[in-house]
């Protein structure tokens, strides 16, 4: 499954980002760093918000838990020490499900909150990088399916993760350290250091793999490992705002 991005999509958002991967779209919203309820304020840091608001309906307990992952995450990447008794605030609008994960079926995926979590959790980065907030890593997150034979998927359809034996939602820091491992199901270490192997390579780039600014190696013909569809998408940006100086000067 191929990602697709966009950076800065909102002109009223401090920084913004849209994110799409395996069925999965995100639009995220970061507005910050900006002054705080005294009640909530942190003397020495800046405290993060993160809301997800679902593709239909009102959020509810799987949001919940799903802003709580994501806001201990992002609290471990930012540099929140530059911006004591502040805000950082990020919204997450999920704007477009695969099929079988629409509303008249989410009762029944109730149990499952994994799947859309490292789309959101992307979202969340690529938006923090749109609105320059200083990062101490840069973080790239995949979903891998274990199915009750012991085969690896790592673009899940509904269906599969329906019958998996295991589902495993990871997220690995540039340095390779695995910051985000939340699982549903029945699996052994084995298949666990499997899970981790298989993770870390969907997310992380090979030594060597980019060849040049604007080069990406592929891998498994059209992919990219995500870690450096976020780094291309940046320069990308980058290469643009350039343009638009030169053009202004």
Not at 28 to 43: C, I, K, S, T, Y
Not at 132 to 137: D, Y
Not at 170 to 191: I, K, N, P
Not at 218 to 225: L, R, Y
Request: hydrophobic residues 40%; negative net charge.
């Amino acid at each position: 499954m191929v990602s697709e991005g966009t950076l800065s999509p909102l002109q009223r958002a401090d920084g913004s980002a849209s994110y799409s991967w395996n069925g999965y779209s995100v639009l995220a919203a970061v507005n910050g760093p900006v002054d705080v309820q005294r009640r909530d304020e942190l003397p020495e840091e800046a405290a993060v918000d993160v809301i997800v608001r679902p593709a239909a309906g009102i959020g509810g307990v799987r949001e919940r838990h799903l802003e709580g992952i994501i806001q201990r995450t992002l609290r471990h990447i930012i540099l929140v020490v530059s911006y004591p008794r502040k805000l950082i605030q990020v919204t997450l609008q999920v704007t477009g499900t695969p099929e079988g994960d629409s509303k008249s079926e989410k009762l029944t995926q109730a149990s499952s909150n994994l799947q859309i979590l490292p789309p959101l959790l992307q979202a969340s980065v690529l938006a923090l990088i749109s609105a320059s907030i200083p990062l101490t890593l840069l973080v790239t997150s995949t979903l891998v399916a274990v199915d009750s034979h012991g085969n690896l998927n790592h673009n899940p359809s509904p269906l599969e993760i329906a019958v998996a034996a295991s589902l495993h939602a990871l997220a690995f820091s540039s340095q390779g350290r695995l910051l985000v491992a939340e699982s549903e199901g029945l699996f052994d270490m084995d298949t666990w250091e499997r899970v981790t192997e298989e993770g870390s390579r969907q997310c992380r780039d090979s030594p060597g793999s980019i060849h040049g600014e604007d080069d990406v190696s592929m891998k498994s013909g059209s992919e990219v490992a995500v870690e450096g569809f976020v780094r291309a998408l940046v320069r990308e940006q980058v290469a643009v705002s350039q343009q638009w100086n030169e053009a202004l000067r």
